[in-house]
């Protein structure tokens, strides 16, 4: 049984980093591509990008100046990083299998965790 | 604003058929498979189907997508109150370059 939890500070200051690590238990990290999409509260899904086992990384344009995205195949997670977050940041953010490499072939997805940007 | 378009809200009676449009374009949908989600209240989406009309195992044969030209439908038939989510289309739109959703579409079963 494959499963995905994300983990990371649910609150973040204006400007700051925002990082999340996504565990990923059942599978091996170097079996498939792994993405990132968010949530903001209320509102519809927006991919942020996704990654390879071999570190290979594909990002939303509206969002590839501040994301940075990698894999540790040693702990079998995979990590995000968000620069210079906003209030427009504050979204539930999820990680995701991407069996395809194609990002839209997303067949198991974590709970998702709530990140709120507030000062 | 999306560039994949659906209808916000769409509603049935159990038992009843409903479907479900997103529109799109040639750079998007034209071209590109489509995949469906369901959200149920409170939880993380769940993959419906795949490559336009394929169903992971575990999707009741109820759902059922297809897709012409610059659009896609996701059909649901024999509704049940367990159904009632929000639906959103998914492809790789080839301008952007970048995987796209849409708006979402929220299902009543009346």
């Known amino acids: 049984q494959v499963q995905l939890q994300e983990s990371g500070p649910g609150l973040v200051k204006p400007s700051e980093t925002l990082s999340l690590t996504c565990a990923v238990s059942?599978?091996?990290?170097?079996?498939?591509?792994w993405d990132w999409i968010r949530q903001p509260p209320g509102k519809g899904l927006e991919w942020i990008g996704f990654?390879?086992?071999?570190?290979?990384?594909k990002y939303n344009p509206s969002l590839r100046s501040r994301v940075t995205m990698s894999v540790d195949t040693s702990k079998n997670h995979v990590s995000l990083k968000l620069t210079s977050v906003t209030a427009a940041d504050t979204a539930v953010y999820y990680c995701?299998?991407?069996?395809?490499?194609?990002?839209?072939?997303?067949?198991?997805w974590g709970q998702g965790t709530l990140v709120t940007v507030s000062s | 604003q999306s560039v994949l378009t659906q209808p916000p809200s769409v509603s049935a009676a159990p038992g009843q058929k409903v479907t479900i449009s997103c529109s799109g374009s040639?750079?998007?949908?034209?071209?590109?498979?489509v995949s469906w989600y369901q959200q149920l209240p409170g939880t993380a989406p769940k993959l419906l189907i795949y490559?336009?009309?394929k169903r992971p195992s575990g999707t009741p044969d109820r759902f059922s997508g297809s897709k012409s030209g610059t659009s896609a439908t996701l059909g649901i038939t024999g509704l049940q109150t367990g159904d009632e989510a929000d639906y959103y289309c998914?492809?790789?739109?080839?301008?952007?370059?970048?995987?796209?959703f849409g708006g979402g579409t929220k299902l009543t079963v009346l």
């Open positions: 995701a299998r991407d069996y395809s490499g194609s990002g839209i072939d997303l067949d198991y």
């Open positions: 059942g599978d091996s990290i170097s079996s498939n591509h």
């Open positions: 990654v390879s086992y071999s570190g290979n990384t």
């Open positions: 040639s750079s998007n949908i034209g071209k590109n498979y």
């Open positions: 490559d336009n009309n």
């Open positions: 998914e492809t790789w739109d080839s301008s952007l370059s970048a995987v796209i």
